[in-house]
């Protein structure tokens, strides 16, 4: 109350002696915690436009109308004070957590976070400054509510699934928009384009979730926005920072198969089992026609020991030993992997005086993926500059550029892939008894090692992007922002595959083949917006922001390939005998944009706001031209009111509410709108076959998103925190429809459907303990969201699936991509056949005959993280747990690996508690060579089924910041040491790999929660230093 | 302060608004628009072209075709031991109504049949001088896809009988609406008479219509040869005699090559290729190849195997037999040994077969007597003459001539000969409708034996 008369003494003597003498205020800036100068804090007058910032030292110097006069001290990551004239002086400032006052970067412009009305997630760079993962998205995730993440496999640099609000559509892309400084990320044509950016350059990821937020970037909205501000030189003394890190990485875990004993008794045991079911009426019924049980038994018998001879090398002769002596047990799961490291170095630099600021870093990044011959690289170097050149006109420039250099491993369902290895019998010889690696026959195809050894995998890419930009002051209150953004990616992937691969044998002459391809993917675009803000009579605060954008994306990519190489040593293009492929595409795209949106405060309590976008884009169908997205909110900071400044314990209380919506244009290729016929070649002749059946009503998907919530702080805002309950429902969303053949294609696509997604997201902030040396503080957060299929094509229910390993299906009602198959209820006791759940519940063997149903879910139910910091005297432990709960996973590739020995692929070790003699009960049938055919092998039941909850300590960092004394004497401005690492536990049911997984050869939106040979994810350890000078 | 500047500015950014409504039209650089491909003679005759690439697809006589009927019709001679289920579904007489086998040929069939259905409505665009080749092609081409489909997919084979009961496939002659997802599509099928019918008058028109000579495409002896073998599926003796003797008049210039593997693995078609798919190493696919050879020749591992069953049936010094080469275990089919090459898809040699099997059946000598074109067929492949050649005789030469080229399956039903134990009308032996499809047109009914 003391505090609100003083306020209002001071507004009234501000009111009444402005007129008065200016007084200059001096003072400096520092942390409160470590007693370090803070410069660049930004020093207002409070409801005045006048601000100056601290210097490099932190000191800072302003006129002040009069002593009674409120400044503002606000600092990104600290918690801004309002202190007035006459007490200022020397400030400490404290770091907060979810600082109300923090400004919260928006869409063209920024805002404060207590003014917010709509939903949104901020992560400052600092929190995830060299966390050893390639890609900020991996380095997310866990850290704020309603945004998942999920990397598909453990190949370093590839594939993340990131899904904010659950899954909006079905055949448009899930993923964000990421707008970078203004300029949204171009997509590349290799690898994931979100590594391209070094994350130590961020200044903080503000992830707009609802529809107040995300509106203004209209038609691309629908899944999100995730704007990432990179960092801006602030005046002062030129800082240095030196960071360099070292560290392994190896798998999260390794899965087990059959040794050699294991696996020569295993289908010794499937022959018998093969002759037995052979022979058995209601089975084979003999029709290969055996004479008994016992003839039966030893073609069984032949056939698997020649097929033993075969895999161990033995006979025919191919360098092998004789399975029988045991002498060769190889491991093969372990050759899939590799000893790994990863190491970063990075050197920044920031500073400058009042008219010019910059800031510039370089980095190296080098990781080895956990899987043989993976690695990922990227160099990145960074140039931001702002430059005051007068009253009126800042003009500034952001440049990042980055080299990204890649050897990749072929998709998971290649033989050549490392991972498939584990098929390979035990009974086979890594080496042969020439040394040289052990070719076919094998189980499968192939050695994947001979892949490894024999090609090159090579990814090079660059991307440059930045912005130049002009702010001019029409009037105090007017300025207009107008910028030339440019985002371009040039990759270039150069492949060669030598004469034993399998690639490089399928040739003509068997002698080899390579591939170059050449991508480039150029958005050129400008945005242009004029903004004004004001304050009228006090009261009332206005901030509009108009304006009008337009990009092009223009894509082009160049292929060839040659075959057949006249030496080993030659594997560029230009030595092939033959070309045999090539390609010369060009793409173009173009959206024409206008947007506004108005935010309106009353007396600071009431918060109205307003958005407005139109997009225009080449690629719609020609009845539909234009979008127009929009959105509306509104909000009330009740702690401001009278009647609640009573109520101690309450710091801040904000309900808010907002509509509106979003548009996702992702699902419509450039031209998918029309009907087209692209060449076909025949032999040695050009034709043109239909290559699309168009639709001129080809339009975006429309999410509808309502949206409510409440902001809360309570005990001085010890504890802050956020509720926010929504419901999405996208409509006109594309959907491939299945037709039938009869037609000449077999789908058409076309705005039909509807889904939904509701949610619930709390995120809470404490802070525990805070005293001069210890401080210890917790960030939580949890999600649930609910996806549902509302509609199809209107007739249809479901699209189920027809894939023979995945069951992933689209069903009205359900969430999408659920697993629908038989339910698999184990061996038959008596028998040892399998049994499905048959129409009326009861088992049935014959899988045509079982009852389909819902057998699974790959979207979670609930997941979430804990972020525990602790900080004493200099030491500071930071931990994340993240979760995913309530989510299964299919493993397509159990048909192969967990089949009771159906083929020679070697098996998981829980086959080898097959079905024996009657009376067993178990739910791996009678291991059963299928030599004959003659029963059906489904790979898709819920026999792979598994639930894929887990909890993994996702991220822990130990560090010390040695003490302000010692660094003086070492001339350092500070210096740090850390420990750091990422997937270090992991707790699960799954039986696989790892749990996190979506196999990136199949990987959708439908097509979700896959497992199949995909890699484990990677676990890091790293040791670190930072030092600052 | 600055106004000049600002509405300068504002009138750009008017300006640049204005101007960018005109970039929303833009074309794709890689196709052209449907509604143009029709309208140019040029235009139709290149979709004519892209359409063998149709037929030669993979699903269809780019190799699934004809394999699968050697699989499925391989009463011990083969074995499947690849990893793929799919193959060893139909190896093993137990397909899943699922199997992408089955659903791939089937669409890729009716993809053919969408593009000559829109080839002959448009032939008034196409100059008189080039109609009549370009409808005959056309309907050869829609011939050989629903002799394909009702081959495979028809509830039973038609020496069955009750042909005007029995179910074929769904039967569309012309351009139905341009939206795909329009329920006209949604036929039910035909019956097996309906389909041959007209499979009959698409390769009779096509007969007449076709020139002698016509590159790599379609001919008159092509739709000729075409003819016979529908007729000899009817049993249909007669006619399909005098189609194989018309097919032979007509071969102009054609001749089996000296040597019996000379006649297999060319890049280019030979004398005795009536007609067969084009493969080149930039255009086309053979998964005969990919599924008979071994990595040895970049295959996959050799997952189909011949059998000693099929070994021993060859006289001695027959050189068919030297054409098997032994790799991984097992003998294989050298007719498909090496990668990129065309796709046998008729011989001549199968024309001189099916003349005289009709001729011996009849008791006739059209064309040429039985002695003197079995004879022909031996006198290559250094084994002795047959005097009076017996119906056993003939179709043992044609067993052993042909083998693996496709034709297993159908000739094994029509001599109602059993496959692995069953009979050969038994419904294992047919595919199923793919569940795909009844999933979409609740009218089409599935084949006995399948759910």
Same mark, same amino acid.
């Given at each position: 109350?003391?505090?609100?008369?003083?306020?209002?003494?001071?507004?009234?003597?501000?009111?009444?002696?402005?007129?008065?003498?200016?007084?200059?205020?001096t003072?400096?800036?520092?942390?409160?915690k470590?007693?370090?100068a803070?410069?660049?804090?930004?020093?207002?007058?409070?409801g005045?436009?006048?601000?100056?910032?601290?210097?490099g030292?932190?000191?800072?110097?302003?006129?002040?109308?009069?002593?009674?006069?409120?400044?503002?001290?606000?600092?990104?990551?600290?918690?801004?004070?309002?202190?007035?004239?006459r007490?200022?002086?020397?400030?400490?400032?404290?770091?907060?957590?979810?600082?109300?006052n923090?400004?919260v970067?928006v869409?063209?412009?920024?805002t404060v976070?207590?003014?917010?009305?709509?939903?949104?997630?901020?992560?400052k760079?600092?929190?995830?400054?060299n966390?050893?993962?390639?890609?900020?998205?991996?380095?997310?995730?866990?850290?704020t509510?309603?945004?998942f993440?999920?990397?598909?496999?453990?190949?370093?640099?590839?594939?993340i699934?990131?899904?904010?609000r659950?899954?909006?559509?079905?055949?448009?892309?899930?993923?964000?928009?990421?707008?970078?400084?203004?300029?949204?990320?171009?997509g590349?044509?290799?690898?994931?384009?979100?590594?391209d950016?070094?994350?130590?350059?961020?200044?903080?990821?503000?992830?707009?979730?609802?529809?107040?937020?995300?509106?203004?970037?209209?038609?691309?909205?629908?899944n999100?926005?995730?704007?990432?501000?990179?960092?801006?030189?602030?005046?002062?003394?030129?800082q240095?920072?030196?960071g360099?890190?070292?560290?392994?990485n190896?798998p999260?875990?390794?899965?087990g198969?059959?040794?050699?004993?294991?696996?020569?008794?295993?289908?010794?045991?499937?022959g018998?089992?093969?002759?037995?079911?052979?022979?058995?009426?209601?089975?084979?019924?003999?029709?290969?026609?055996?004479?008994?049980?016992?003839?039966?038994?030893?073609?069984?018998?032949?056939?698997?020991?020649?097929?033993l001879?075969?895999?161990?090398?033995?006979?025919?002769f191919?360098?092998?030993?004789?399975?029988?002596?045991?002498?060769?047990d190889?491991?093969?799961?372990?050759?899939?992997?590799?000893?790994?490291?990863?190491n970063q170095?990075?050197?920044?630099?920031?500073g400058?005086?009042?008219?010019t600021?910059?800031?510039?870093?370089?980095?190296?990044?080098?990781q080895?993926?956990?899987?043989?011959?993976?690695?990922?690289?990227?160099m990145?170097?960074?140039?931001n500059?702002?430059?005051?050149?007068?009253?009126?006109?800042?003009?500034?420039?952001n440049?990042?550029?980055?080299?990204?250099?890649?050897?990749?491993?072929?998709?998971?369902?290649a033989?050549?892939?490392?991972?498939?290895?584990?098929?390979?019998?035990?009974i086979?010889?890594?080496?042969d008894?020439?040394?040289?690696?052990?070719?076919r026959?094998?189980?499968?195809?192939?050695?994947?090692?001979?892949?490894?050894?024999?090609?090159?995998?090579?990814t090079?890419?660059?991307?440059?992007?930045?912005?130049i930009?002009?702010?001019?002051?029409?009037?105090?209150?007017?300025?207009l922002?107008?910028?030339?953004?440019?985002?371009?990616?040039?990759?270039?992937a150069?492949n060669?595959?030598?004469?034993?691969?399998l690639?490089?044998?399928?040739?003509?002459?068997?002698?080899g083949?390579?591939?170059?391809?050449?991508?480039?993917?150029?958005?050129w675009?400008?945005?242009?917006?004029?903004?004004?803000?004001?304050?009228?009579?006090?009261?009332?605060?206005?901030?509009?922001?108009?304006?009008?954008?337009?990009?092009?994306?223009d894509?082009?990519?160049?292929?060839?390939?040659?075959?057949?190489?006249?030496?080993?040593?030659?594997?560029?293009?230009?030595?092939?005998?033959?070309?045999?492929?090539?390609?010369g595409?060009?793409?173009?795209?173009?959206?024409?944009?206008?947007?506004?949106?108005?935010?309106?405060v009353?007396?600071?309590?009431l918060?109205?706001?307003?958005?407005?976008?139109d997009?225009?884009?080449?690629?719609?169908?020609?009845?539909?031209?234009?979008?127009?997205?929009?959105?509306?909110?509104?909000?009330?900071?009740?702690?401001?009111?009278?009647f609640?400044?009573?109520?101690?314990?309450?710091?801040?209380?904000?309900?808010?509410?907002?509509?509106?919506?979003?548009?996702?244009?992702t699902?419509i290729?450039y031209?998918s709108?029309?009907?087209?016929y692209g060449?076909?070649?025949?032999?040695?002749?050009g034709?043109?076959?239909?290559?699309?059946?168009g639709?001129?009503d080809?339009?975006w998907?429309?999410v509808k998103?309502?949206?409510?919530?409440l902001?809360?702080g309570?005990?001085?805002?010890k504890?802050?925190?956020?509720?926010?309950?929504?419901?999405?429902?996208?409509?006109?969303?594309?959907?491939?429809t299945?037709?039938?053949?009869?037609?000449?294609?077999?789908s058409?696509?076309g705005?039909?459907g509807?889904?939904?997604?509701k949610?619930?997201?709390?995120s809470?902030?404490t802070?525990?303990?805070?005293?001069?040396?210890?401080?210890?503080?917790?960030?939580i957060?949890?999600s649930?969201?609910?996806?549902k299929?509302?509609?199809?094509?209107?007739?249809?229910?479901?699209i189920?699936?027809?894939?023979?390993?995945?069951?992933?299906?689209l069903?009205?009602?359900?969430?999408?991509?659920?697993?629908?198959?038989p339910k698999?209820?184990?061996?038959?006791?008596?028998?040892?056949?399998?049994q499905y759940m048959?129409?009326?519940?009861?088992p049935?063997?014959?899988?045509?005959?079982?009852?389909?149903?819902?057998?699974?879910?790959?979207?979670?139910?609930?997941?979430?993280?804990?972020?525990?910091?602790?900080?004493?005297?200099g030491?500071e432990?930071?931990?994340?747990?993240?979760?995913?709960?309530g989510?299964?996973?299919?493993d397509?590739?159990?048909?192969f690996?967990?089949?009771?020995?159906e083929w020679?692929?070697?098996?998981?070790?829980?086959?080898?508690n097959?079905?024996?003699?009657?009376?067993?009960?178990?739910?791996v049938?009678?291991?059963?060579l299928?030599?004959?055919?003659?029963?059906p092998?489904?790979?898709?039941?819920?026999r792979?089924?598994?639930?894929?909850?887990?909890?993994?300590?996702?991220?822990?960092?130990?560090?010390?910041n040695v003490?302000?004394?010692?660094?003086?004497?070492?001339?350092?401005?500070?210096?740090?040491?850390?420990?750091?690492?990422?997937?270090?536990?992991?707790?699960?049911?799954?039986?696989g790999?790892?749990?996190?997984?979506?196999?990136?050869y199949?990987?959708?939106n439908?097509?979700?929660?896959?497992?199949?040979?995909?890699?484990?994810?990677?676990?890091?350890?790293?040791?670190?230093?930072?030092?600052?000078? | 302060?600055?106004?000049? /500047?600002t509405?300068y500015? $504002? &009138?750009?950014?008017? #300006?640049?608004?204005?101007?960018? @409504? +005109?970039?929303?039209?833009?074309? %794709?650089p890689?196709s052209?628009?449907?509604?143009?491909?029709?309208?140019?003679e040029?235009?139709v005759?290149?979709?004519l072209?892209?359409?063998?690439?149709?037929?030669?697809?993979?699903?269809?006589?780019?190799?699934?075709?004809?394999?699968?009927?050697?699989?499925?019709?391989?009463?011990?001679?083969?074995n499947?031991?690849?990893?793929f289920?799919?193959?060893?579904?139909?190896?093993?007489?137990?397909?899943?109504?699922?199997?992408s086998n089955?659903?791939?040929t089937?669409?890729?069939?009716?993809?053919?049949i969408f593009?000559?259905?829109?080839?002959?409505?448009?032939?008034?665009v196409?100059?008189a001088?080039?109609?009549?080749k370009?409808?005959?092609?056309? /309907?050869?081409?829609?011939? $050989? &896809?629903?002799?394909? #489909?009702?081959?495979?997919?028809? @509830? +039973?084979?038609?020496?069955?009988? %009750?042909?005007g009961t029995?179910k074929g496939?769904?039967?569309?002659?012309?351009?139905g609406?341009?939206?795909?997802?329009?329920?006209?599509?949604?036929?039910?099928?035909?019956?097996?008479e309906?389909?041959y019918?007209?499979?009959?008058?698409?390769?009779?028109?096509?007969?007449s219509?076709?020139p002698?000579?016509?590159?790599?495409?379609a001919?008159?002896?092509a739709?000729?040869?075409?003819?016979?073998?529908?007729?000899?599926q009817?049993a249909?003796?007669?006619?399909?005699?005098?189609?194989?003797?018309?097919?032979?008049?007509a071969?102009?210039?054609?001749?089996?090559?000296?040597?019996?593997?000379?006649?297999?693995?060319?890049?280019?078609?030979?004398?005795?290729?009536?007609?067969?798919?084009?493969?080149?190493?930039?255009?086309?696919?053979?998964?005969?190849?990919?599924?008979?050879?071994?990595?040895?020749y970049?295959a996959?591992?050799g997952d189909?195997?011949v059998?000693?069953?099929?070994?021993?049936?060859?006289?001695a010094?027959?050189?068919?037999?030297?054409?098997?080469?032994f790799?991984?275990?097992?003998f294989?089919v050298?007719?498909?040994?090496?990668n990129?090459?065309n796709?046998?898809?008729?011989?001549?040699a199968?024309?001189?077969?099916?003349r005289?099997e009709?001729?011996?059946?009849?008791?006739?000598?059209?064309?040429?007597?039985?002695?003197?074109?079995?004879?022909?067929?031996?006198?290559?492949?250094?084994?002795?003459?047959?005097?009076?050649?017996?119906?056993?005789?003939?179709?043992?030469?044609?067993?052993?001539?042909?083998?693996f080229e496709?034709?297993?399956?159908?000739?094994?039903?029509?001599?109602?000969q059993?496959?692995?134990?069953?009979?050969w009308?038994?419904?294992?032996?047919?595919?199923?409708?793919?569940?795909?499809?009844?999933?979409?047109?609740?009218?089409?009914?599935?084949?006995?034996?399948?759910?």
């Amino acid at each position: 109350m003391r505090k609100l008369v003083v306020a209002l003494i001071g507004c009234l003597a501000m009111v009444g002696f402005s007129a008065f003498a200016q007084k200059v205020v001096t003072g400096k800036v520092t942390d409160v915690k470590t007693g370090v100068a803070l410069p660049g804090v930004t020093i207002s007058v409070k409801g005045k436009t006048m601000a100056v910032s601290t210097d490099g030292q932190g000191v800072y110097s302003i006129d002040v109308p009069s002593e009674n006069t409120i400044l503002v001290f606000s600092y990104v990551g600290y918690a801004s004070k309002e202190v007035v004239a006459r007490n200022a002086g020397n400030i400490d400032l404290t770091e907060s957590l979810a600082d109300l006052n923090e400004v919260v970067v928006v869409g063209y412009g920024t805002t404060v976070r207590k003014e917010l009305t709509g939903a949104i997630g901020r992560v400052k760079g600092e929190e995830l400054k060299n966390m050893p993962v390639p890609d900020f998205n991996q380095a997310l995730q866990g850290r704020t509510a309603g945004v998942f993440v999920e990397a598909e496999n453990g190949k370093v640099g590839e594939g993340i699934k990131v899904r904010i609000r659950g899954a909006s559509s079905v055949n448009s892309s899930n993923q964000p928009l990421y707008v970078v400084d203004g300029v949204p990320l171009a997509g590349g044509g290799f690898g994931a384009s979100t590594a391209d950016i070094n994350f130590n350059d961020v200044e903080s990821f503000e992830i707009l979730k609802d529809a107040a937020a995300s509106a203004i970037y209209g038609s691309r909205a629908a899944n999100g926005v995730v704007v990432i501000t990179t960092k801006r030189g602030k005046s002062g003394k030129t800082q240095f920072n030196l960071g360099t890190q070292y560290g392994t990485n190896t798998p999260t875990g390794k899965r087990g198969f059959l040794n050699a004993a294991e696996y020569v008794s295993f289908y010794q045991q499937a022959g018998r089992g093969a002759a037995e079911y052979h022979m058995r009426p209601d089975g084979g019924d003999n029709w290969f026609g055996f004479t008994d049980l016992n003839d039966a038994y030893s073609y069984f018998d032949g056939i698997i020991n020649s097929r033993l001879n075969r895999y161990s090398g033995w006979r025919p002769f191919r360098g092998g030993v004789d399975w029988r002596s045991g002498q060769t047990d190889t491991p093969w799961e372990d050759l899939a992997f590799q000893d790994a490291n990863t190491n970063q170095v990075e050197l920044s630099a920031q500073g400058g005086n009042d008219k010019t600021r910059f800031f510039i870093s370089g980095s190296v990044n080098n990781q080895d993926g956990i899987l043989v011959g993976n690695n990922f690289q990227r160099m990145g170097a960074r140039i931001n500059l702002d430059h005051q050149v007068n009253n009126w006109l800042k003009i500034g420039l952001n440049s990042g550029l980055t080299k990204i250099v890649r050897n990749r491993v072929p998709d998971d369902n290649a033989f050549s892939t490392p991972m498939q290895i584990v098929a390979l019998a035990p009974i086979t010889p890594l080496r042969d008894t020439a040394g040289r690696l052990f070719d076919r026959p094998v189980t499968t195809y192939y050695n994947p090692l001979l892949e490894i050894e024999e090609s090159n995998r090579r990814t090079e890419g660059f991307r440059n992007q930045g912005s130049i930009y002009a702010e001019i002051k029409i009037l105090p209150e007017l300025v207009l922002h107008t910028d030339l953004g440019l985002d371009m990616v040039i990759q270039n992937a150069e492949n060669w595959w030598g004469p034993r691969t399998l690639v490089g044998a399928a040739t003509l002459q068997g002698q080899g083949n390579a591939t170059s391809s050449w991508f480039r993917n150029t958005r050129w675009m400008t945005n242009n917006y004029l903004s004004y803000k004001k304050t009228f009579a006090e009261k009332h605060k206005i901030d509009a922001t108009v304006g009008f954008a337009y990009e092009n994306l223009d894509e082009r990519f160049t292929y060839v390939e040659g075959q057949d190489f006249p030496d080993i040593s030659l594997k560029t293009v230009s030595s092939a005998t033959t070309y045999s492929d090539g390609a010369g595409t060009r793409d173009e795209n173009n959206l024409v944009s206008m947007f506004a949106r108005v935010n309106y405060v009353f007396d600071e309590k009431l918060l109205v706001s307003g958005s407005i976008r139109d997009d225009a884009d080449s690629r719609f169908g020609t009845n539909f031209k234009h979008g127009q997205f929009w959105s509306a909110s509104l909000g009330y900071i009740l702690s401001n009111e009278k009647f609640l400044s009573g109520v101690k314990f309450l710091s801040f209380l904000k309900p808010r509410i907002s509509y509106g919506t979003t548009g996702n244009n992702t699902g419509i290729g450039y031209y998918s709108a029309r009907s087209q016929y692209g060449s076909v070649t025949y032999g040695t002749s050009g034709g043109l076959g239909i290559s699309q059946f168009g639709n001129d009503d080809l339009r975006w998907e429309t999410v509808k998103q309502f949206n409510v919530g409440l902001d809360f702080g309570f005990f001085d805002n010890k504890l802050t925190g956020e509720v926010d309950f929504y419901n999405k429902r996208t409509d006109d969303m594309l959907l491939s429809t299945p037709v039938t053949s009869v037609s000449g294609t077999t789908s058409i696509f076309g705005n039909v459907g509807q889904m939904e997604n509701k949610g619930l997201e709390i995120s809470l902030n404490t802070v525990n303990i805070s005293t001069r040396s210890l401080r210890w503080t917790t960030s939580i957060n949890i999600s649930h969201n609910r996806n549902k299929l509302l509609k199809l094509d209107g007739e249809q229910k479901e699209i189920l699936p027809n894939d023979a390993r995945f069951a992933n299906a689209l069903i009205v009602g359900q969430p999408i991509g659920v697993f629908y198959a038989p339910k698999f209820l184990g061996a038959n006791p008596d028998n040892g056949d399998p049994q499905y759940m048959g129409p009326d519940g009861r088992p049935v063997r014959d899988y045509d005959d079982a009852q389909k149903m819902i057998i699974g879910d790959p979207n979670p139910d609930w997941f979430g993280g804990v972020t525990n910091t602790v900080n004493w005297k200099g030491i500071e432990l930071s931990f994340l747990f993240q979760g995913v709960f309530g989510n299964q996973v299919q493993d397509g590739a159990g048909g192969f690996m967990s089949s009771s020995g159906e083929w020679f692929d070697n098996q998981t070790r829980d086959q080898l508690n097959a079905w024996k003699q009657p009376g067993d009960v178990t739910m791996v049938p009678q291991a059963r060579l299928n030599w004959l055919g003659d029963f059906p092998t489904p790979s898709i039941s819920s026999r792979y089924v598994y639930d894929a909850s887990y909890v993994r300590l996702k991220n822990l960092t130990l560090a010390y910041n040695v003490p302000a004394k010692i660094m003086a004497r070492m001339k350092l401005s500070s210096a740090r040491v850390y420990v750091s690492g990422v997937n270090l536990l992991t707790f699960t049911d799954y039986p696989g790999w790892d749990p996190e997984v979506n196999t990136d050869y199949r990987s959708g939106n439908v097509n979700q929660g896959s497992d199949f040979y995909a890699a484990p994810q990677i676990k890091s350890w790293v040791f670190g230093i930072n030092l600052g000078f | 302060m600055n106004k000049t /500047l600002t509405i300068y500015m $504002m &009138a750009a950014v008017t #300006l640049l608004a204005a101007s960018c @409504e +005109k970039k929303l039209e833009l074309a %794709n650089p890689q196709s052209l628009d449907a509604e143009v491909v029709f309208s140019t003679e040029d235009r139709v005759q290149k979709v004519l072209v892209g359409n063998y690439a149709s037929l030669g697809s993979a699903s269809m006589f780019g190799g699934d075709v004809l394999w699968m009927s050697e699989l499925m019709g391989s009463d011990g001679e083969l074995n499947w031991v690849g990893t793929f289920p799919d193959p060893r579904q139909i190896w093993g007489k137990n397909i899943q109504t699922n199997n992408s086998n089955v659903q791939a040929t089937y669409a890729a069939a009716y993809r053919v049949i969408f593009n000559c259905n829109n080839i002959i409505a448009s032939l008034p665009v196409v100059a008189a001088a080039n109609r009549n080749k370009v409808q005959g092609e056309a /309907l050869f081409l829609r011939a $050989m &896809a629903y002799f394909e #489909l009702v081959k495979y997919y028809g @509830e +039973k084979p038609y020496v069955a009988g %009750n042909t005007g009961t029995l179910k074929g496939v769904p039967l569309i002659t012309a351009p139905g609406p341009s939206a795909p997802q329009s329920t006209e599509y949604n036929l039910p099928r035909a019956s097996v008479e309906e389909v041959y019918v007209q499979i009959i008058k698409d390769f009779s028109d096509a007969e007449s219509l076709l020139p002698n000579t016509n590159v790599v495409y379609a001919n008159k002896s092509a739709a000729m040869l075409g003819l016979a073998r529908v007729y000899l599926q009817q049993a249909k003796y007669p006619e399909a005699r005098d189609a194989a003797n018309r097919c032979l008049n007509a071969a102009t210039g054609r001749s089996l090559r000296p040597d019996y593997a000379d006649a297999f693995n060319n890049t280019a078609n030979t004398t005795e290729d009536i007609f067969a798919i084009q493969v080149t190493v930039q255009a086309g696919t053979n998964s005969n190849f990919t599924f008979y050879s071994t990595g040895t020749y970049g295959a996959r591992d050799g997952d189909i195997e011949v059998q000693p069953k099929h070994m021993d049936k060859y006289e001695a010094g027959d050189r068919r037999k030297n054409l098997f080469f032994f790799e991984a275990d097992a003998f294989r089919v050298g007719k498909w040994q090496l990668n990129f090459r065309n796709v046998k898809v008729m011989r001549l040699a199968e024309a001189y077969l099916t003349r005289a099997e009709c001729n011996v059946r009849l008791g006739t000598a059209i064309g040429a007597t039985v002695a003197a074109d079995i004879k022909r067929i031996r006198d290559r492949v250094a084994l002795p003459e047959i005097a009076s050649p017996t119906l056993a005789h003939v179709l043992k030469e044609r067993e052993l001539e042909l083998a693996f080229e496709g034709q297993g399956l159908w000739d094994a039903k029509r001599l109602k000969q059993s496959i692995d134990g069953l009979p050969w009308d038994d419904n294992r032996l047919t595919f199923p409708i793919p569940l795909r499809e009844r999933n979409i047109n609740p009218s089409l009914t599935q084949n006995p034996g399948y759910n």
